[in-house]
């Protein structure tokens, strides 16, 4: 059994983390932190954990952490990279949700999360933690970046045409739109009620921060300079994510569909649906899934790729259970083949 500790569990990503760990045959969450609900009952706040786990939150210095085999830490940017070091001291293994670890560029990170990195040092010995990309490092690795939601999404659409290399990587474009929880728990005006349904806007159209760990992701597979105009938007559902790319090919008569289905053939939370198909986000609410289509229109030269995912799973909890998995030599399966909640 691995026992599993969680920083920062009252967050969206954190109580996904328990309720998927809840129901896994090999883990056991030991610890839950919180620094504003020390002392109170997980199932307080969350209700529909009631009789499910029974813990309570504790201090975010506990010791109890360090009798962990694995730490998650679902917590604000700039948390993780000033307790990460002292666990990964007492061999205890650590899947960041934040990111703090994602970026290998210490002056590149600053600049784009506005304070300086305390231990640049892990930023090159962490691993990214896209299985479809590093599972074998994953397997290894003492310390994992998961991966964002936004940057997931578009990686997976993106990367089987520039692994080989079939579009001009100067121009590619991802409009990519998510649900509000993507946002987090802490309230703003923008993701209030009144402000935020039977609305649609794009958001940080001038450079949202997730576009060098996209572009990070894009130029590892890649020889070539890549371009990339990113545009997030809000859109008004609890959950999920929808990515449309759009990248130049520099042969039209390449087999788009034979591409997608070679490249995912084996890759058990990916789902290249059938040719012409529309992925709506409700096929993957609540479950690990991500699932592409490809389209080619008016049989010219812009390949189409559509994505959805769920911001919260394989944009983030699930996605880090399944490095779990990879790390402790698991199935990676374990604990993650539910459906999709539907309607």
């Given amino acids: 059994m691995i026992n599993i500790g969680i920083i920062g569990a009252t967050g969206y990503t954190g109580v996904e983390l328990m309720r998927l760990l809840a129901g896994?045959?090999?883990?056991?969450?030991?610890?839950?932190?919180?620094?504003?609900?020390?002392?109170?009952?997980?199932?307080?706040?969350?209700?529909?954990?009631?009789?499910?786990?029974?813990?309570?939150?504790?201090?975010?210095?506990?010791?109890?952490?360090?009798?962990?085999?694995?730490?998650?830490?679902?917590?604000?940017?700039g948390t993780a990279m000033t307790q990460a070091p002292a666990l990964l001291d007492k061999?205890?293994?650590?899947?960041?949700?934040s990111v703090d670890f994602r970026l290998r560029n210490d002056q590149e990170w600053t600049k784009w999360y506005g304070q300086e990195h305390t231990c640049s040092d892990l930023l090159e010995t962490a691993v990214y933690g896209l299985p479809e990309m590093n599972?074998?490092?994953?397997?290894?690795?003492?310390?994992?970046?998961?991966?964002g939601c936004y940057p997931t999404a578009i990686l997976l659409g993106f990367l089987p045409l520039l692994e080989q290399g079939l579009v001009d990587t100067d121009s590619l474009i991802a409009d990519a739109k998510s649900g509000i929880s993507g946002a987090g728990r802490k309230a703003t005006?923008?993701?209030?009620?009144?402000?935020?349904s039977d609305a649609f806007m794009a958001y940080s159209a001038g450079g949202h921060r997730h576009l060098p760990e996209i572009l990070q992701g894009l130029q590892s597979?890649?020889?070539?300079?890549?371009?990339?105009?990113?545009v997030p938007h809000l859109l008004p559902i609890?959950?999920?994510?929808?990515?449309?790319?759009?990248?130049?090919?520099?042969?039209?008569?390449?087999?788009?569909?034979?591409?997608?289905?070679?490249?995912?053939?084996?890759?058990?939370?990916?789902?290249?649906m059938s040719a012409g198909s529309h992925p709506n986000?409700?096929?993957v609410r609540g479950n690990n899934f991500c699932r592409l289509a490809t389209h080619l229109p008016q049989e010219g030269s812009t390949?189409?790729?559509?994505?959805?995912?769920?911001?919260?799973?394989?944009?983030?909890?699930?996605?880090?259970?399944?490095?779990?998995?990879?790390?402790?030599?698991?199935?990676?399966?374990?604990?993650?083949?539910?459906?999709?909640?539907?309607?």
């Fill in 24 to 77: 896994h045959s090999h883990a056991s969450i030991k610890i839950v932190t919180s620094r504003t609900e020390q002392g109170k009952p997980v199932s307080e706040l969350f209700p529909a954990l009631r009789g499910i786990i029974d813990l309570e939150f504790s201090a975010v210095d506990s010791e109890e952490l360090y009798e962990c085999d694995l730490v998650f830490f679902a917590t604000p940017s």
């Fill in 91 to 97: 061999g205890i293994r650590v899947i960041d949700l």
């Fill in 135 to 147: 599972r074998d490092k994953i397997r290894t690795a003492e310390l994992v970046a998961n991966p």
């Fill in 189 to 196: 005006m923008t993701t209030q009620f009144c402000e935020s």
């Fill in 221 to 230: 597979v890649c020889s070539d300079t890549v371009g990339l105009v990113f």
């Fill in 238 to 272: 609890i959950r999920g994510i929808h990515a449309t790319l759009y990248a130049t090919l520099k042969d039209n008569t390449i087999d788009l569909q034979n591409v997608y289905e070679q490249r995912y053939k084996d890759e058990p939370f990916v789902d290249v």
């Fill in 281 to 283: 986000t409700n096929s």
């Fill in 303 to 343: 390949a189409v790729i559509l994505a959805v995912e769920d911001n919260l799973v394989k944009g983030a909890a699930g996605q880090a259970v399944q490095n779990m998995n990879i790390m402790f030599n698991l199935p990676e399966t374990t604990g993650l083949l539910s459906p999709a909640l539907y309607p």
